[in-house]
C-alpha cells in the first residue's frame, strides 16, 4: 500500500473508531513534540474532522526541538480548522516533582517522570473535553524494540501509526507536507537535558532495526535482540495472578 492509501486508510480507521464510541463526537487529544511521529499523527487525526487538539508539552526542552512543535502547530491551525493548539509549560511542575523525589535521583526514571507527566497532563484534557488520547508510537518502537516509556507514552487510547515502520513514517509526512525540517530532523525523545537522539541511544539507525526485524540473518539482528529482550516486558500483557478454582 502506498502512502498515499495508508494516510486515508488510517485517517478513516481513527474516524471509524471515533464513531463507534458512545460519546461521539469526541476530541482527539495528541501530544506534539517537533518529532515526525507526532506530526504525522496529528494531521491523520485532524484529517478526519473531528476536534482535534494538538498539545505541545516542553519540559527543560531543547529550543529547536520546541521550535518545531511550535512551528507544526501554526501549520496544522493553518490547514485544519477543525484543530486547537495548546503549549503548556511543564517546567515548573516537573521542577517541584524532581525536588520532592531528591531521595530517588536517578536519570533515567526522571527522564521516563517527563514522559509520564505528559501522559497525566493529556488525559486531563482528554476528559475535560470528551476526548481519547492517540499514540504517536510506530511499529519500530512499539513493537520493535520497546522504545518508549511504559504509562508514558505507551499510555495511550489509540495507536494509529503502530503498524508503519519509521520508513513508513517519514515517506507519510513527505505525502501529507509536513514542515521539511521535521522529515529531515534527527529523531529524538526529547526527555534529556542533553538532547541526545534516538539512535545514539539505541545503537542503531531505524533503518538497521527494520532490517533486523524482517531478516534474522541480518548482521543487525543479534544487537537488535540485545535492545529488545530488556524491554519485552513493555511489549506483553501485565501478568494476572489466576486463582485456580476449587
Given at each position: 500500500?502506498?502512502?498515499?492509501?495508508k494516510i486515508t486508510y488510517i485517517?478513516?480507521?481513527i474516524k471509524e473508531y471515533a464513531i463507534s464510541l458512545p460519546f461521539t463526537p469526541p476530541s482527539l487529544i495528541i501530544g506534539v513534540s517537533g518529532g515526525i511521529d507526532s506530526a504525522v499523527t496529528s494531521t491523520l487525526c485532524a484529517k478526519t474532522g473531528f476536534k482535534t487538539i494538538a498539545?505541545?508539552?516542553?519540559?527543560?526542552q531543547n529550543?529547536?526541538?520546541?521550535?518545531?512543535?511550535?512551528?507544526?502547530?501554526?501549520?496544522?491551525?493553518?490547514?485544519?480548522?477543525?484543530v486547537e493548539t495548546i503549549t503548556i509549560e511543564l517546567d515548573e511542575v516537573f521542577r517541584s516533582f524532581e525536588l520532592t523525589m531528591?531521595?530517588?535521583?536517578?536519570?533515567?526514571a526522571f527522564a521516563n517522570s517527563?514522559?509520564?507527566l505528559r501522559m497525566v497532563t493529556l488525559y486531563q484534557i482528554a476528559q475535560a473535553n470528551n476526548g481519547i488520547v492517540v499514540g504517536t508510537g510506530n511499529k519500530v518502537e512499539d513493537f520493535g524494540v520497546g522504545f518508549y516509556t511504559?504509562?508514558?507514552?505507551?499510555?495511550?487510547?489509540?495507536s494509529p501509526i503502530a503498524d508503519c515502520t519509521k520508513t513508513d513514517v517519514w515517506n507519510i509526512g513527505k505525502s501529507l507536507g509536513v514542515i521539511d525540517e521535521i522529515i529531515e530532523a534527527a529523531p529524538t525523545d526529547g526527555l534529556w537535558d542533553d538532547s541526545r537522539n534516538d539512535e545514539s541511544q539505541l545503537g542503531l539507525t531505524y533503518q538497521q532495526i527494520e532490517e533486523a526485524m524482517n531478516n534474522s540473518n541480518s548482521k543487525y539482528y543479534d544487537k537488535y535482540k540485545k535492545v529488545r529482550e530488556p524491554n519485552l516486558h513493555k511489549m506483553k500483557p501485565i501478568p494476572v495472578c489466576i486463582i485456580p478454582k476449587d
Open positions: 500500500m502506498n502512502s498515499d492509501k485517517s478513516n480507521w498539545v505541545s508539552m516542553p519540559i527543560k529550543h529547536s526541538q520546541h521550535e518545531l512543535s511550535v512551528r507544526h502547530l501554526k501549520w496544522l491551525q493553518d490547514k485544519f480548522t477543525n531528591t531521595n530517588f535521583n536517578n536519570k533515567l517527563r514522559s509520564r511504559k504509562y508514558g507514552d505507551g499510555g495511550v487510547d489509540i
